[in-house]
Antibody, heavy 114, light 110 residues
Framework: QLLESGGGFVQPGGSLRLSCAAS????????MNWVRQAPGKGLEWVSA????????FYADSVKGRFTISRDNSKSTLYLQMDTLRAEDTALYYC?????????WGQGTMVTVSS | QSALTQPRSVSGSPGQSVTVSCTGT?????????VSWYQHHPGKAPKVMIY???QRPSGVPDRFSGSKSGNTASLTISGLQAEDEADYYC??????????FGGGTKVTVL
């Protein structure tokens, strides 16, 4: 099971940190991802992190502004979002690799607006 | 990183078969056997229906099947049922741990 938190309303240029608490599986064994869906739009892959946390990967649209990390001792995934833009407004999901993206959370909403 | 190309919508009557296509390039769909398909009902978490092109997770009805030819992957729903009405997204591995989604296809059961 995955449970996201940390979403909210923020002004352009602001920051927000999302969390995703995992349970029911060995967290450190899995690559983890963030995927988002803007209102009325499709799914967009945002970022991924290896099981150890050593390797991180980003979509071009967020590179240099977002930072993915994980704490395997707490079975928790994070997404630090800085210099937020209106186009970052979306429902953010965390998802676990394994049989495709085999496990998804319910999402946390991020709204960037002045 | 351009999105994979899917039709905006497909429709069929109950019991019929529908196919959703997903076209990419040799750098994503054509380059790896890591295409997956997700069913998304509004307000719910996406659910994987097919992974690794043609593998069906436990619990997914066998009326869902996947295939790939060159740079195009396909999801076929045979024996369409009312509960299959949803948005469907394809997703391909694109190298270096990155993933690419399609724009989504709305499947309507007439």
């Amino acid at each position: 099971q995955l449970l996201e938190s940390g979403g909210g309303f923020v002004q352009p240029g602001g920051s927000l940190r999302l969390s995703c608490a995992a349970s029911g599986f060995t967290f450190s064994n899995h690559v983890m991802n963030w995927v988002r869906q803007a209102p009325g739009k499709g799914l967009e892959w945002v970022s991924a992190i290896s099981g150890s946390g050593r390797d991180t990967f980003y979509a071009d649209s967020v590179k240099g502004r977002f930072t993915i990390s994980r704490d395997n001792s707490k079975s928790t995934l994070y997404l630090q979002m800085d210099t937020l833009r209106a186009e970052d407004t979306a429902l953010y999901y965390c998802a676990r690799n394994g049989g495709g993206l085999g496990v998804w959370g319910q999402g946390t909403m991020v709204t960037v607006s002045s | 990183q351009s999105a994979l190309t899917q039709p905006r919508s497909v429709s069929g009557s109950p019991g019929q078969s529908v196919t959703v296509s997903c076209t990419g390039t040799s750098s994503d769909v054509g380059g790896y056997n890591y295409v997956s398909w997700y069913q998304h009902h509004p307000g719910k978490a996406p659910k994987v229906m097919i992974y690794d092109v043609d593998q069906r997770p436990s619990g997914v009805p066998d009326r869902f099947s996947g295939s790939k030819s060159g740079n195009t992957a396909s999801l076929t729903i045979s024996g369409l049922q009312a509960e299959d009405e949803a948005d469907y997204y394809c997703c391909s591995y694109a190298g270096y741990f990155t993933l690419l989604f399609g724009g989504g296809t709305k499947v309507t059961v007439l």
